[in-house]
């Protein structure tokens, strides 16, 4: 069975500094990574994904993600957070013989001016 | 521009009811998706299609139906409303076995 795993709740971050945002994976066969961003009140917006080639996945807003298969995680990160960027954050896996997106519990980021 | 829109975008309802969430997407996508968003649960899925007259049940299915008579349509119905029913309900559809999710904005729906 396919899982995904967020372990924090909520990062803060003070502007300017880097951010990570963890997610670790479990799947039979070869995994379809995905992360999504959501702001208040609104729907899930795609933000980046993994499906094979170079393991650094660059996305929309400066975000960008490292696929690591011999820890099987995807963690999200962004050079420079910005204000702006204070959403949840969901990782996302589907395993390449499955066709249902499993998402992880979410992650808040705080960003402090 | 295509898009996936959800109707109504808040309900209240009393326990018992029959209610009906809407989706239409304009995307012209195969694939449908019904997830429910909880606190503490990230999205869970309910239900999702491949195709029209096609339907599958997800992870959290008991209690919902849905039915697909066309590409653009994926309603959602709560046959006898319960209280665990209240959520945000949203409505996805994917392109491509390997694409992205695109998300509607979003139902909450109270069960009173």
């Known amino acids: 069975a396919q899982s995904v795993a967020q372990p924090e709740d909520q990062v803060n971050v003070a502007e300017g500094n880097p951010l990570t945002v963890k997610c670790t994976y479990s799947v039979s066969g070869n995994p379809y990574l995905f992360w999504y961003v959501q702001y208040p009140n609104r729907g899930l917006q795609f933000l980046l994904k993994?499906?094979?080639?170079?393991?650094l996945v660059k996305g929309s807003y400066g975000f960008e993600a490292e696929f690591n298969k011999s820890q099987t995680s995807f963690h999200l990160k962004k050079p420079s957070a910005l204000v702006s960027d204070s959403a949840l954050y969901f990782c996302?896996?589907?395993?390449?013989?499955?066709?249902?997106?499993?998402f992880g519990s979410g992650t808040r980021l705080s960003i402090r001016p | 521009d295509a898009e996936i829109t959800q109707s109504p975008r808040h309900k209240i309802t009393e326990t018992g009811r029959q209610v009906t969430l809407a989706c239409h997407q304009t995307w012209n996508h195969n694939n449908m998706f019904w997830y429910r968003q909880d606190l503490g649960h990230g999205l869970r899925l309910i239900h999702y299609?491949?195709?029209?007259?096609?339907?599958n049940k997800g992870e959290v299915s008991d209690g919902y139906s849905v039915s697909r008579s066309n590409t653009e349509d994926l309603p959602l119905t709560l046959e006898s409303a319960a209280s665990s029913q209240t959520s945000v309900y949203f409505c996805?559809?994917?392109?491509?076995?390997?694409?992205?999710?695109?998300f509607g904005e979003g139902s909450r729906l109270t069960v009173l």
């Open positions: 993994y499906i094979t080639g170079d393991n």
């Open positions: 299609s491949y195709g029209v007259h096609d339907t």
């Open positions: 996302a896996v589907r395993d390449s013989s499955a066709s249902k997106i499993i």
């Open positions: 996805a559809s994917r392109g491509t076995v390997a694409g992205e999710l695109f």
